[in-house]
DNA sequence: TGTGCAAATGCGAATCATTCCCATTTGGAA
DNA sequence: TTCCAAATGGGAATGATTCGCATTTGCACA
């Protein structure tokens, strides 16, 4: 199956409207390791030649997140969130603050935790948001 | 030794003055269990009928975090922070997305996973954010 | 294959937490 | 007490994100 019609049943198992802009934000999110800003994705469509308005990327991956398509990534001390296109992995992220690179680590170490917490405080856990930060090994000597 | 002699130790400890802005809002902080916002401490201040500026209240809890005397616990989805006297303690807590509560959870599930990350990674770790959300006992039915 | 309407989009204004600027005040070392 | 770096006040600026509303578009259904 080719990658668009991959998108349009992501889309529409979240009875969403398979649009060109959401197909090409899809597309641009698959593009890339990285998770991407709004501001990244926009500039990105922009040198593609596609017409979009930057709300209108808000507003897609905030719709495409909601629907669990695409995962929010908040960087540390800073106000900016980045997404990306997550291939149902649910994963974390490494920062460097130095060179603000940000690497992926597959899996995740709360499974166990979550539970913990359900049983200790009587909470339903439905998520939850980890960054680690420290310096790469580029960056290490500081 | 009462508190504001602790506190002035804590402030020279960081190489800060000891001002009463600062002590203030060591106090407030203090007094609450819940992490207070920015904000919330500003407004707190007022109604003690202390006269103090929004942007030092601000300065003031970036300099406690910078110095670890402070934690900064940043809520998820949404671009607030709020911010806690740790005892020493580091920790995280879980968000009720229907109330909006917080809830402390005391020890971290995270200090082997972050060796494992060093040594897999070659990364220096320096730290992590970590929040869980979900619904809170009272709010569990929806 | 055309119609209708809810959903999606464009675009500029608004929001809102936080930071910045710079003039003034203050803590504390000497 | 003097003096200066550090701290503060207050208002403007910032910057990411959201909102309002007019216009367009996907797509279910006839
Ligand atoms: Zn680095
Ligand atoms: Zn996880
Ligand atoms: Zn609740
Ligand atoms: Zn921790």
């Known amino acids: ?10 889309l529409k198992s979240g009875n969403l409207k398979s649009t060109k802009h959401r197909i090409a934000i899809l597309e641009v999110l698959k593009g890339n390791k990285i998770p991407l800003s709004a501001e ?22 905030e719709t495409l997140h909601e629907k669990d398509i695409v995962s929010k990534v908040n960087i540390p001390d800073s106000n900016r969130a980045v997404y ?10 490494l920062l460097c603050v130095k060179c603000r690179k940000l690497l ?6 709360l499974e166990e935790y979550e539970k913990l ?26």
């Open 1 to 10: 199956m080719d990658p668009e019609n991959r998108f349009d049943e992501m």
């Open 40 to 61: 990244d994705i926009y500039i990105r469509l922009k040198q593609n030649n596609i017409s979009i308005s930057l709300s209108t990327v808000y507003r897609v991956l």
């Open 84 to 93: 990306e296109l997550h291939g149902n992995e649910h994963r974390h992220h």
């Open 104 to 109: 992926a680590i597959d899996g995740c170490p």
């Open 117 to 142: 917490l359900e049983d200790r405080f009587g909470f339903t856990v439905k998520g939850h948001n980890l960054e680690v930060y420290g310096y790469c090994n580029n960056c290490a000597g500081y």
